[in-house]
């Protein structure tokens, strides 16, 4: 018969304690030192206008004062909508360049996230639409990109091609290197290998749907637009590897307009 | 008998006691203020230079703020679709937006209708220009539209709805009469924001594309009046 020594009441409370002490240490410890939505922050500048909506459209209807306090939700484009600290909180907008002086309540900086051009090289996805003119047909496309360093990309383009005999579908991937990306006006080069599916109209006698390999060499230059929005004009020459004696060249001009994410 | 068995077994696993919590928190704590000293702004370590006795302020800490971002709008759209020679037909259509700036945003857009019968079919009797497959209208298109008058409108005495006007263009491709076409379009609209997330809209487009279904090649214009319910997120 095993006789356990009961435990004496005192030393199982003064182990509770500890454990729900230190978890409260953890739990303290275990934030980081990022700012969170919904963080409270002040203002530091002299006033600080909020606005109805997102735009510059909407009426100011309330001014926070210096040291107030007020919480971050979410940004739409250019704008942060925030809540004020009142009995009862107004919820208004503030653009992105007017809290370039707010602080955390303890007195650290916060630096809301870049929007300009320098921020384009933290951003690693990108999408295009282009439009323009193949061989004389009229071609548009989408592209997503993705940026490897800050000079290399690597492109995935479907598109179509409508012409006067046939329509085509193309597929391409690509590597694209800007050797100045931090320019205003970027020149790049691209070099790449795709895909064309051509399906002749109809109307026309004999005329099979076919499929052929073809390889691209372009380059062309990006304009910076605004936020993460670029413009670029584009022209690429490709070789067409056709199954006949001799390669069909094609050349083709776009332009196109792209955002970063 | 049963209860001497398992008493058996259970004795070569450890007991795990509320005594050896403390001591596994303890570690635990341990770890993560190691951890979260890598995080201390360099400016903090009193051998770097900026924190030399010369230096007249103390460097501040900085954050980054992780703050949601809403720029894509999604939304569905249903209403008329004019298609030129083929009656006005009901249409529906869905979008993707990205707003850009406030002033500017991208629109990726695809939507169908089905065209009815064209005057010549019905007066010659016999003759029909499309079979069933090709009365099916499909199109999408890539544009941009840009708001052109961003405010407040005022609905009787006691409502404010945010607005904008915008107006809109882009190209995309049509498919119709077994064939897929190169098309342009142009448009306007007038949306109403209702709250954060969902906004309504009514818009006007002209989409051209060029057919040959009377053998000489044509551009039409099909005009098309929808209203639709987007959503942010």
Redesign the interface.
């Known amino acids: 018969m095993n006789i356990h020594q009961a435990k004496p009441v005192s030393s199982v409370a003064n182990q509770l304690l500890q454990v729900v002490s230190l978890l409260i240490v953890v739990a303290l410890i275990a934030t980081g030192p990022t700012a969170r939505a919904d963080e409270r922050v002040v203002v530091n500048t002299p006033f600080l206008e909020v606005r109805t909506g997102p735009g510059r459209g909407f009426p100011v209807f309330h001014v926070l004062e210096q040291r107030q306090q007020f919480v971050l939700h979410k940004q739409h484009t250019d704008w942060l909508k925030i809540s004020t600290l009142d009995r009862r909180p107004k919820t208004g907008w503030v653009h992105v360049s007017d809290l370039d002086n707010v602080g955390t309540v303890e007195g650290a900086d916060i630096v809301i996230g870049g929007n300009g051009k320098q921020s384009l090289l933290s951003r690693r996805l990108g999408w295009s639409m282009t439009g323009g003119d193949l061989n004389g047909a009229s071609a548009i496309s989408t592209v997503l990109s993705f940026r490897m360093t800050q000079n290399l990309h690597v492109l995935a383009e479907v598109g179509q091609v409508f012409g006067q005999s046939s329509n085509a579908t193309r597929y391409g991937l690509s590597l694209r290197h800007e050797p100045f990306p931090t320019w205003r006006l970027s020149p790049y080069f691209q070099l790449g290998t795709g895909q064309i599916d051509t399906r002749p109209f109809a109307t026309l006698i004999a005329a099979q749907d076919r499929s052929d390999q073809m390889t691209s060499v372009g380059g062309g230059m990006k304009f910076y637009l605004t936020r993460q929005f670029t413009m670029h004009v584009d022209f690429t020459q490709h070789q067409v590897l056709t199954s006949r004696d001799t390669n069909q060249e094609i050349n083709e001009w776009k332009l196109g307009f792209s955002v970063a994410f | 008998m049963e209860a001497r068995f398992q008493r058996g077994i259970l004795a070569h696993y450890p007991r795990i006691t509320?005594?050896m919590?403390?001591a596994t928190?303890?570690f635990?704590?341990a770890a993560?203020?190691a951890a979260?000293a890598y995080?201390?702004e360099p400016d903090d370590d009193p051998l770097s230079i900026e924190n030399s006795v010369n230096s007249p302020n103390p460097p501040?800490?900085?954050?980054?703020?992780?703050?949601?971002?809403?720029?894509f709008e999604f939304g569905l759209d249903g209403g008329l679709m004019s298609i030129e020679d083929f009656e006005t037909n009901s249409t529906v259509s869905a979008y993707l937006n990205?707003?850009?700036?406030?002033d500017f945003f991208?629109q990726?857009r695809g939507g169908t209708s089905t065209a009815g019968e064209s005057s010549f079919e019905r007066l010659s009797g016999a003759a029909q220009l499309l079979d069933e497959d090709q009365r099916e209208l499909a199109f999408y298109d890539?544009s941009?539209g840009w708001?052109l008058?961003?405010?407040?409108s005022f609905l009787l005495d006691r409502w404010?709805v945010?607005s904008?006007f915008f107006v809109i263009g882009g190209?995309?491709?049509t498919d119709f009469a077994?064939?897929?076409?190169?098309t342009v379009n142009a448009g306007m609209g007038y949306r109403m924001?209702a709250n954060?997330f969902m906004t309504f809209s009514v818009q006007i487009r002209d989409r051209v594309f060029e057919t040959e279904l009377t053998g000489t090649p044509k551009n039409t214009h099909n005009l098309e009046f929808t209203a639709g319910l987007s959503f942010?997120f």
């Open positions: 509320l005594a919590v403390p928190l303890r635990l704590s993560l203020i979260n995080a201390v501040r800490a900085v954050k980054v703020a992780d703050i949601d971002t809403e720029n990205y707003h850009v700036t406030e991208l990726a890539l941009i708001n008058f961003p405010g407040e404010a945010r904008s190209v995309g491709a077994g064939n897929e076409a190169f924001i954060d942010f």
